[in-house]
């Protein structure tokens, strides 16, 4: 029994209550837990659904539906499933339906096809761990074909739970050492919250580097090599991590730029992780998707042979959307054959991905082709999810800066936009007062006044004395002019109120 | 840069490399990670997919096919979804098959009360990282209905990636404290790897406590408390794990067990464990499964309102076999509410479980009712799995216990037989001087020569000096029986050829 045990009986003993703390409670939880934060399904996101709620038992409002514009959660937000890929799910869930005449002969074929390659042609079977040996293969086909026929091994492709999944199992293989030895990771600031979170739940060194937010949020060498120097000083880094197109801050990185971030790495000796789940998400002109991959091959064998890289895709973005799948895969290059077989076998523990997460991945590596059925409608659909996109990313950059005290970069790729706001001094002390960071204050009074759940900049990390707010660009183009306009208002009865 | 590197680069600069070893290596990878084994998909099954290319490539085997009875893997084996499952699935998946007539109403009303509660109403979105609310209202409703009106609340139930995902939370959430203090977690010994996988991640401490083999693996209260006395030498038990119908030993545990473990994690203050997930796999006669929460509330407000518990249960297993899909729950009673809320923080940062594994397991709480028009063909599809998985239990125990060195206990539940083998020490010599643990050695050689592939003894852990293997009873009936009759011819053999 410990000192924290004995406390809890004390005070138990005093409230009469039999003399016995729980077995788990906050105090003796697993302190790394503890210490994860994930802001993108945070206080505020709570408070929403309980709004929600309110709402639904006749309390009366200034507003009459929440709009959540927290997260990337496109068929949330009213964008409809791609139809080929739907069917082909529909087929692989009830196979009786191969026999039916409304679906397409390609669907059919696909999922013919995946079912084939199940174990007892069922989709209920487990899978390889490393996820469907046929789909590996179409993963690796369709990189070879996104980077010009640079080669890709199946053997290096393990399918995943969600790209989250395979991220956190990469990091999770990286840690090792303990004080002044412990593993750095790299990370962006802003970042996706996924990677702080992880990194405090395997008890990491999170390494900060921030990006630039004068210069549309691009990343700087100079602050790399900063941020790796000034951490070795307390720990071993090993790792650095990109998001391209970034979340939450739209950028698209030139290639020029990518091309830098390896050469560091391979100065520095870090592996290499590329987060790349937006690689089909790039609205502004004169931006282009780079892979990781493929520039590294293209800087000849000194590089294409000796960095260790990791690249992560899903399911859930691009123009299907399909989050509630949780599909996703990653790529890893140059890796010890001996962390491989690790890494097979830590992932072998879970059993397998979630096998229709995998049916859908397949279908998105390889669509229907010009000479198939399915293949206008699906181009059509496509498309027009991609334009809408685009619309709404230079709308929400066009109108954000009509407003005083919001500054907003262009939306060059991804869901989201992420502007800096001017707030009052006024209103930061008020914050302070009620104990909350100033752009947390900023958000909850804007979703109690106006019902719009955005995510305040804390969430992501942001440089000492900004303040921002990330805004997924999902919702339809009426209702996104709609909350771009109510949150300009609020922005401006804000600074009124508070100056 | 450490001592590792410095030996990785000598290495390298011997060999005429650049300078440098790998960023990630097995010297520097996470360590706990190496400790991490998992028999179920380890080495022999590893060399089992081997001779599946082999054999497809033409290479001349004793045999035409390997027969993979190392794991609950339903409809690998040939097990047939359940039709009304799968038709909801796919109405989820392609909602236009909502106006067709071929689907029965009680499956589009269940795809439409599915659909319903999903973001835009579709299952591509993210749902709440805690499960689907009115999956999560069904699930309580089902274990109200299983426990005879014992409550149960929505808000205590977790929808999880299969119950693999729930039980490694769980346990995440109660590890803490370092050297003595490290938490300890009690498993019964043989056990399912995927906890002491989980234990080795998360550096736990593992405390085995062992089933009575000779009374048919019953669970022995003596035997747990010797097991946590010795145990408070070294670490802090906090945690009991029981399996119930247990995995791989096949037991199902009599109310009086249940009640006597329930008042032992209360002596000791130990939080616990009941892995549930083969509560509809009871076959032997007399026997019968009782739930843990049950017989927790029987025993009165003592223990219903003090004893920390978590209860799981999977889509994998019972009837439908759903391995695929990942879907099941855990239910927590008596959980600090402060805890709860740091659980939910934790698998935010997952964003959800597979939502088709969600709607898959709404199904399996919230089957066809009698008056519904697809119950009579449900309830066909389920007896007829049950009532052919009692049968093969039967034949199992029944072939093995003929064979002289083959000693077999009742398989009363779940999916597995656990028989003891006597090995020869000439067997045992040879084993060891190839570098292999006996048992190992024994199903190495049977799939060599027989194409069959279980899984050693050793991999789920065993008293010492004794061996045995897992083998699933899932192949249909006439499989099984040439699977056991080639089994028993080898293991003769084997005998002779080591005497």
């Known amino acids: 029994m410990n000192a924290r045990?004995?406390?809890?009986?004390?005070?138990?003993?005093?409230?009469?209550?039999?003399?016995?703390?729980?077995?788990?409670?906050?105090?003796?939880?697993?302190?790394?837990?503890?210490?994860?934060?994930y802001a993108v399904r945070g206080a505020i996101v709570q408070r929403a659904l309980q709004i929600d709620k309110e709402l639904k038992e006749g309390v009366k409002k200034p507003f009459t539906e929440v709009i959540k514009a927290n997260i990337g959660d496109a068929h949330a937000m009213g964008q409809k499933p791609i139809t080929f890929l739907r069917q082909?799910?529909?087929?692989?869930?009830?196979?009786?339906?191969?026999?039916?005449?409304?679906?397409?002969?390609?669907?059919?074929?696909?999922?013919?096809?995946?079912?084939?390659?199940?174990?007892?042609?069922?989709?209920?079977?487990?899978?390889?761990?490393q996820g469907i040996e046929c789909i590996r293969q179409d993963v690796a086909r369709y990189i070879e074909k996104r980077d010009d026929g640079i080669s890709s091994d199946p053997d290096n492709i393990y399918l995943a739970t969600g790209a989250s999944d395979a991220i956190v199992t990469m990091l999770k293989l990286l840690v090792c050492g303990k004080g002044r030895d412990r593993t750095g990771v790299?990370?962006?600031?802003?970042?996706?919250?996924?990677?702080?979170?992880?990194?405090a739940d395997l008890a990491a060194v999170q390494i900060n580097y921030y990006l630039d937010e004068d210069k549309c949020w691009s990343l700087d060498i100079a602050e790399l090599k900063r941020a790796v120097t000034a951490a070795r000083q307390h720990c071993n880094p090993r790792v650095i991590c990109i998001i391209n197109p970034g979340n939450p801050t739209g950028q698209v990185q030139s290639r020029q730029c990518i091309e830098d971030v390896i050469r560091f790495a391979k100065e520095e000796h870090l592996f290499l992780m590329a987060d790349e789940v937006y690689q089909d998400n790039v609205y502004a002109e004169g931006c282009k998707f780079h892979s990781f991959k493929r520039v590294l091959f293209e800087m000849g064998p000194e590089y294409s042979t000796t960095v260790e890289m990791a690249s992560f895709h899903s399911t859930s973005k691009c123009y299907m959307g399909e989050c509630g799948f949780r599909g996703g895969y990653m790529e890893v290059i140059n890796m010890d054959p001996e962390v491989k077989a690790q890494l097979t076998k830590l992932v072998s523990v879970r059993l397998c991905p979630p096998v229709p997460g995998q049916a859908l991945l397949d279908l998105v590596v390889n669509p229907p082709q010009p000479d198939e059925p399915s293949y206008d409608k699906f181009m059509k659909e496509r498309t027009a999810v991609l334009a809408a996109l685009a619309e709404k990313a230079g709308l929400t950059e066009q109108i954000f800066n009509t407003v005083p005290g919001i500054t907003c970069n262009p939306v060059q790729g991804a869901m989201y936009t992420f502007p800096r706001i001017t707030l009052p001094q006024k209103a930061i002390d008020k914050a302070k007062a009620e104990g909350q960071v100033p752009d947390m204050f900023y958000c909850m009074k804007l979703l109690e006044e106006e019902g719009i759940c955005l995510v305040p900049g804390s969430g992501f990390g942001q440089r000492e004395g900004t303040f921002h707010f990330r805004m997924t660009i999902l919702p339809p183009t009426e209702k996104l002019k709609f909350v771009l306009q109510k949150i300009s208002d609020f922005h401006i009865r804000f600074t009124q109120e508070f100056s």
């Open 5 to 37: 045990d004995i406390t809890n009986m004390s005070q138990q003993a005093a409230n009469g209550l039999p003399c016995r703390g729980k077995v788990l409670n906050l105090d003796n939880m697993n302190p790394n837990v503890r210490r994860v934060e």
């Open 88 to 129: 082909v799910l529909a087929l692989c869930a009830y196979p009786d339906l191969l026999d039916d005449n409304k679906f397409p002969d390609d669907s059919k074929q696909r999922a013919r096809r995946i079912l084939e390659a199940c174990g007892g042609h069922s989709i209920g079977a487990y899978s390889s761990s």
């Open 186 to 199: 790299m990370i962006s600031i802003p970042q996706y919250p996924l990677y702080s979170a992880a990194l």
